[in-house]
């Protein structure tokens, strides 16, 4: 169910003069000419694959005038360097800018088919896993709307990161086959590949003049073949381009071996070789899953940087301009490689000096960096370097040895922090610090909400701070509007251009318009009816998926995002059981009905993680099971969260789950895809959270918890758990009905390592939580009995949300770090 199918084309898009025969013979001749089908015998895929390849046609048309005004006007360009993609579907999308929805739906008609059929036959790009793709979308889709000059750069994973399901309970990887009937939106550009080189040596000699010269002498080579997929702006006729690489053999087949009987063999470097592109984010558990995540990193940039510099020489020639038409823009530690890579290119390839080269790389890179957890900041084994990059490890000591002779000169005497500001970890099995080396590249370092860039200015990256305070930003992320609203929301989206006209779409802070409306009991019943239409579309997803039915008239409690411990998805689930168990006790207890509805992946090497998911299902079992309970709780978990189901989730719930622990999250953009569609939240003073409930107004807003002061002082204490859960007699009732296999069909094993580690760490504070966000919980049920006010704080959280667009975060990175000027393609 795709909500995308009733989206109206608006004069804002910009419409492609294309009638209905037209685009029936466009589809007819791509069913011929490309799918290979003849009209009789075509299935409705053969006709959504040539569809999508005539709105391609229509894209094409605009890319090529983009590259035309791009080339003309020589522009400053943004590359947008980044591991994944969270795309989401792209006909939807496509369909609606270029203005040609309700033609396409026509020639469906025609060929016996329907848009929303075609909509259902289309595979979400498995390009991305979480927040950090998406905001990766997000950014790719408003840097087109607003003519700014972008290619963005990745990896064309074969299979995603996986395809979850559930067996008993448990998350099991399944293969993502996104491309088992290709992708009708991409070029590939067999044409353009790069070659890739690992391992090796290194040569170094003197040349004429006496000056040392180093060559690398790789011993593997790896291809990098460029997928390209088209990214049109909203309202514009600006084509940007998003360029993937998948990795090919240099050598496929090795007919000797072939000839002699060894089969397997004669295609060993072909399997090698492309297991490089083949998942986003391979298990890191073992060594050579590590090896296999920086041969993909290495393998990225290398080919990114080889493009951008051809994209650099077709207008320029002078490396001094190099940073005057290039930015880079490294979104969180995985292409970090790209320092010292394009440092090997200048100093090794081009011949130029050393502080030249240096020069021009910090006056090229940005870093955003969207984590404060240290285990998330990415080290490298220097041993694994020295097997794999050779010669940019011999590059990160230079540059190490440079920037420590400048930590001596400023800090004299601080052994500890030349220590702890070393690229090199010389504490910890010798490895290199990727996000030390970022802070060191770049002429700029950015977080992503106010409190996060705050502590990792003042904390995670405190050395880099006071010694470089002038790199150091916020930037706020943003998520679109048109992928989040107008394509996932077109019921509200018609009510809210109806009363404000359609200019919301490209400049979200217009709706404040609705703050006029707030009061009008007609509005608001509009309003609820809409949100009513959807929350039963939602029901009717949740229960397709999970077999399971569900009350129309309970509030729908909504909590997905990535399964990490951080994010507090027990402490969720601790709510659950405690109601649960209230139940128990008195089963006419008068108690506000809630569906809470999970949705998450785990990290396929995170056992934590991958318990929990366990648990949540276990006590979805027992809970909807229970006769007692007589409906009034529900759990469900839908497999597989990804863009399309968020596009179904976010309209239709009522209560968004934000209850991380303060000072751990970066930002968070779920909880503005929520907010934005009229859900209330209930958070704590959290990444992007604080400023939600600046902007929609405390009383909108229900807080609970530690802020990140509190929690620092917690810790610094001695927190200890067993104390909190021994204090409190519905917390400890709740965490030994877990312990006691009461959801695990009697097993006190299952579930013990999960309630260990709370007991006797809880590295997140939950049990410090629980009874805050328990009371805050009673506070969201008696609101939720008044539907007039609640309406109310729904239609004021869309209407003051507008800051949270992708358009104002991208101008911000355009005007502040990258200096970016926007060229209008007429």
């Given at each position: 169910?795709?909500?995308?199918?009733?989206?109206?084309?608006?004069?804002?898009?910009?419409?492609?003069?294309?009638?209905?025969?037209?685009?029936?013979?466009?589809?007819?001749?791509?069913?011929?000419?490309?799918?290979?089908?003849?009209?009789?015998?075509?299935?409705?895929?053969?006709?959504?694959?040539?569809?999508?390849?005539?709105?391609?046609?229509?894209?094409?048309?605009?890319?090529?005038?983009?590259?035309?005004?791009?080339?003309?006007?020589?522009?400053?360009?943004?590359?947008?360097?980044?591991?994944?993609?969270?795309?989401?579907?792209?006909?939807?999308?496509?369909?609606?800018?270029?203005?040609?929805?309700?033609?396409?739906?026509?020639?469906?008609?025609?060929?016996?088919?329907?848009?929303?059929?075609?909509?259902?036959?289309?595979?979400?790009?498995?390009?991305?896993?979480?927040?950090?793709?998406?905001?990766?979308?997000?950014?790719?889709?408003?840097?087109?709307?607003?003519?700014?000059?972008?290619?963005?750069?990745?990896?064309?994973?074969?299979?995603?990161?996986?395809?979850?399901?559930?067996?008993?309970?448990?998350?099991?990887?399944?293969?993502?086959?996104?491309?088992?009937?290709?992708?009708?939106?991409?070029?590939?550009?067999?044409?353009?590949?790069?070659?890739?080189?690992?391992?090796?040596?290194?040569?170094?000699?003197?040349?004429?003049?006496?000056?040392?010269?180093?060559?690398?002498?790789?011993?593997?080579?790896?291809?990098?073949?460029?997928?390209?997929?088209?990214?049109?702006?909203?309202?514009?006729?600006?084509?940007?381009?998003?360029?993937?690489?998948?990795?090919?053999?240099?050598?496929?087949?090795?007919?000797?071996?072939?000839?002699?009987?060894?089969?397997?063999?004669?295609?060993?470097?072909?399997?090698?070789?492309?297991?490089?592109?083949?998942?986003?984010?391979?298990?890191?558990?073992?060594?050579?899953?590590?090896?296999?995540?920086?041969?993909?990193?290495?393998?990225?940039?290398?080919?990114?940087?080889?493009?951008?510099?051809?994209?650099?020489?077709?207008?320029?020639?002078?490396?001094?301009?190099?940073?005057?038409?290039?930015?880079?823009?490294?979104?969180?530690?995985?292409?970090?490689?790209?320092?010292?890579?394009?440092?090997?290119?200048?100093?090794?390839?081009?011949?130029?000096?050393?502080?030249?080269?240096?020069?021009?790389?910090?006056?090229?890179?940005?870093?955003?960096?969207?984590?404060?957890?240290?285990?998330?900041?990415?080290?490298?084994?220097?041993?694994?370097?020295?097997?794999?990059?050779?010669?940019?490890?011999?590059?990160?000591?230079?540059?190490?040895?440079?920037?420590?002779?400048?930590?001596?000169?400023?800090?004299?005497?601080?052994?500890?922090?030349?220590?702890?500001?070393?690229?090199?970890?010389?504490?910890?099995?010798r490895q290199v610090r990727m996000a030390n080396l970022a802070s060191v590249g770049s002429f700029a370092i950015n977080g992503v909400a106010e409190?996060?860039?705050?502590?990792?200015?003042?904390?995670?990256?405190?050395?880099?701070?006071?010694?470089?305070?002038?790199?150091?930003?916020?930037?706020?992320?943003?998520?679109?509007?048109?992928?989040?609203?107008?394509?996932?929301?077109?019921?509200?989206?018609?009510?809210?251009?109806?009363?404000?006209?359609?200019?919301?779409?490209?400049?979200?802070?217009?709706?404040?318009?609705?703050?006029?409306?707030?009061?009008?009991?007609?509005?608001?019943?509009?309003?609820?009816?809409?949100?009513?239409?959807?929350?039963?579309?939602?029901?009717?997803?949740?229960?397709?998926?999970?077999?399971?039915?569900?009350?129309?008239?309970?509030?729908?409690?909504?909590?997905?995002?990535?399964?990490?411990?951080?994010?507090?998805?027990?402490?969720?689930?601790?709510?659950?059981?405690?109601?649960?168990?209230?139940?128990?006790?008195?089963?006419?207890?008068?108690?506000?009905?809630?569906?809470?509805?999970?949705?998450?992946?785990?990290?396929?090497?995170?056992?934590?993680?991958?318990?929990?998911?366990?648990?949540?299902?276990?006590?979805?079992?027992?809970?909807?099971?229970?006769?007692?309970?007589?409906?009034?709780?529900?759990?469900?978990?839908?497999?597989?969260?990804?863009?399309?189901?968020?596009?179904?989730?976010?309209?239709?719930?009522?209560?968004?789950?934000?209850?991380?622990?303060?000072?751990?999250?970066?930002?968070?953009?779920?909880?503005?895809?929520?907010?934005?569609?009229?859900?209330?939240?209930?958070?704590?003073?959290?990444?992007?959270?604080?400023?939600?409930?600046?902007?929609?107004?405390?009383?909108?807003?229900?807080?609970?918890?530690?802020?990140?002061?509190?929690?620092?002082?917690?810790?610094?204490?001695?927190?200890?758990?067993?104390?909190w859960y021994a204090s409190n007699p519905s917390l400890k009732r709740a965490v030994d009905a877990i312990a006691s296999g009461a959801f695990s069909?009697?097993?006190?094993?299952?579930?013990?390592?999960?309630?260990?580690?709370?007991?006797?760490?809880?590295?997140?504070?939950?049990?410090?939580?629980?009874?805050?966000?328990?009371?805050?919980?009673?506070?969201?049920?008696?609101?939720?009995?008044?539907?007039?006010?609640?309406?109310?704080?729904?239609?004021?959280?869309?209407?003051?949300?507008?800051?949270?667009?992708?358009?104002?975060?991208?101008?911000?990175?355009?005007?502040?770090?990258?200096?970016?000027?926007?060229?209008?393609?007429?």
């Open positions: 169910m795709m909500t995308t199918t009733t989206t109206k084309t608006t004069s804002e898009a910009l419409k492609t003069p294309i009638s209905v025969e037209a685009l029936r013979q466009a589809v007819i001749q791509r069913l011929y000419n490309s799918v290979g089908k003849a009209i009789q015998s075509a299935t409705k895929h053969d006709l959504y694959q040539a569809l999508s390849l005539a709105i391609r046609d229509l894209l094409t048309e605009r890319w090529r005038k983009t590259t035309e005004a791009h080339y003309a006007a020589n522009p400053k360009f943004v590359y947008y360097l980044s591991a994944e993609y969270m795309l989401g579907k792209q006909l939807g999308q496509n369909l609606t800018y270029t203005g040609v929805t309700e033609v396409a739906a026509q020639v469906a008609a025609e060929f016996g088919a329907s848009l929303e059929e075609f909509f259902e036959l289309e595979p979400e790009p498995g390009l991305g896993n979480g927040g950090l793709g998406r905001l990766a979308a997000c950014f790719m889709d408003s840097l087109a709307t607003l003519d700014l000059p972008a290619v963005g750069y990745g990896i064309r994973y074969e299979f995603g990161i996986f395809r979850q399901t559930f067996v008993d309970g448990w998350q099991v990887e399944q293969p993502d086959t996104w491309l088992l009937h290709g992708n009708p939106w991409e070029f590939i550009h067999s044409d353009d590949m790069i070659e890739v080189g690992f391992g090796g040596y290194t040569e170094h000699m003197r040349d004429s003049s006496g000056r040392l010269r180093v060559r690398w002498i790789p011993g593997q080579k790896v291809l990098g073949e460029p997928c390209t997929m088209l990214v049109p702006g909203y309202g514009t006729n600006t084509v940007n381009i998003l360029r993937l690489w998948r990795a090919r053999a240099a050598e496929e087949f090795d007919f000797q071996m072939f000839d002699t009987g060894n089969y397997i063999q004669a295609v060993q470097q072909k399997i090698f070789s492309e297991n490089i592109s083949k998942v986003l984010y391979p298990n890191d558990g073992t060594p050579q899953g590590r090896e296999l995540r920086l041969r993909q990193q290495y393998f990225f940039v290398a080919c990114s940087l080889r493009d951008m510099i051809r994209r650099f020489r077709l207008r320029n020639q002078d490396w001094n301009a190099f940073p005057d038409k290039v930015a880079i823009q490294l979104n969180d530690t995985h292409p970090v490689i790209a320092i010292p890579e394009l440092m090997r290119i200048l100093v090794d390839e081009e011949g130029l000096k050393w502080e030249q080269a240096w020069d021009i790389t910090q006056g090229t890179f940005a870093y955003t960096c969207h984590t404060l957890l240290p285990e998330a900041l990415e080290r490298w084994p220097v041993s694994l370097f020295e097997y794999l990059l050779p010669r940019h490890l011999e590059i990160i000591y230079e540059i190490n040895h440079r920037f420590l002779a400048q930590v001596r000169a400023r800090f004299p005497g601080d052994n500890a922090r030349v220590a702890r500001m070393s690229l090199i970890d010389e504490n910890d099995g409190l996060q860039s705050r502590l990792l200015r003042e904390y995670t990256l405190a050395d880099f701070g006071e010694m470089f305070p002038e790199k150091f930003q916020n930037k706020t992320n943003g998520v679109s509007p048109r992928r989040f609203l107008l394509l996932s929301n077109p019921r509200l989206c018609s009510l809210i251009t109806e009363v404000i006209g359609e200019g919301w779409i490209n400049d979200l802070e217009r709706l404040r318009g609705l703050e006029n409306y707030v009061d009008d009991p007609a509005f608001r019943q509009r309003w609820r009816e809409i949100k009513q239409q959807n929350k039963a579309d939602l029901i009717a997803f949740a229960q397709s998926s999970t077999g399971v039915m569900l009350d129309p008239a309970a509030m729908m409690d909504v909590m997905v995002k990535r399964l990490h411990e951080y994010k507090r998805q027990l402490l969720k689930l601790l709510h659950v059981v405690t109601l649960y168990q209230r139940l128990q006790d008195n089963p006419n207890l008068d108690l506000v009905p809630r569906t809470f509805l999970f949705g998450a992946k785990s990290a396929s090497g995170y056992a934590t993680a991958k318990l929990i998911i366990k648990l949540i299902n276990s006590v979805a079992e027992v809970v909807n099971n229970d006769p007692v309970v007589r409906n009034r709780l529900k759990v469900v978990f839908p497999a597989n969260f990804n863009v399309t189901m968020g596009q179904i989730i976010y309209p239709g719930a009522e209560l968004s789950e934000q209850i991380s622990l303060a000072g751990k999250e970066a930002s968070g953009t779920g909880n503005m895809k929520f907010a934005l569609n009229g859900a209330l939240t209930i958070g704590t003073l959290d990444g992007a959270n604080i400023e939600i409930r600046e902007l929609v107004g405390p009383e909108n807003f229900f807080l609970f918890g530690l802020n990140a002061e509190e929690v620092m002082a917690l810790k610094a204490s001695g927190y200890r758990p067993y104390e069909r009697g097993d006190t094993s299952l579930f013990r390592p999960l309630v260990e580690s709370l007991l006797s760490r809880d590295e997140y504070l939950v049990f410090a939580d629980y009874q805050a966000y328990i009371d805050c919980q009673e506070r969201v049920s008696q609101a939720y009995l008044d539907q007039e006010a609640w309406t109310r704080m729904s239609i004021l959280n869309t209407a003051r949300t507008g800051y949270f667009s992708s358009d104002r975060t991208i101008r911000e990175y355009a005007r502040d770090i990258w200096k970016l000027k926007p060229v209008r393609v007429e």
